[in-house]
Nanobody, 117 residues
Framework: QVQLVESGGGLVQPGGSLRLSCAAS????????MGWYRQAPGKQRELVAT???????NYLDSVKGRFTVSRDNAKNTVDMQMNSLKPEDTAVYYC???????????WGQGTQVTVSS
């Protein structure tokens, strides 16, 4: 099992910034993919940004240029800097871990991000 603990959500005005952090512990293997997904009310969970152990990234088109995912492989952490936030970014954000070439996904408990004036 892998445990993921998130922090950093909150309420921010449009155009503002937030930084999400996630720390992994437990039966953690490399190489792997870590990153962030989000789920807004009434919508399916969607990939926001992921980053492999080797440094390859994948971003949702609507966040490109605004969000930046980073990780510390030595500490098993993944962060996401979110700038120029928009109301449509409002969602619960989930940290995700998946071991490379394995299908099992591990999820954090989720952290609420609300963008509103």
């Amino acid at each position: 099992q892998v445990q993921l603990v998130e922090s950093g959500g909150g309420l921010v005005q449009p155009g503002g910034s937030l930084r999400l952090s996630c720390a992994a512990s437990g039966n953690f293997f490399s190489p792997n993919i870590m990153g962030w997904y989000r789920q807004a009310p009434g919508k399916q969970r969607e990939l926001v940004a992921t980053l492999t152990t080797g440094g390859s990234t994948n971003y949702l088109d609507s966040v490109k240029g605004r969000f930046t995912v980073s990780r510390d492989n030595a500490k098993n952490t993944v962060d996401m800097q979110m700038n120029s936030l928009k109301p449509e970014d409002t969602a619960v954000y989930y940290c995700n871990y998946r071991r490379w070439l394995y299908s099992t996904n591990y999820w954090g408990q989720g952290t609420q991000v609300t963008v509103s004036s």
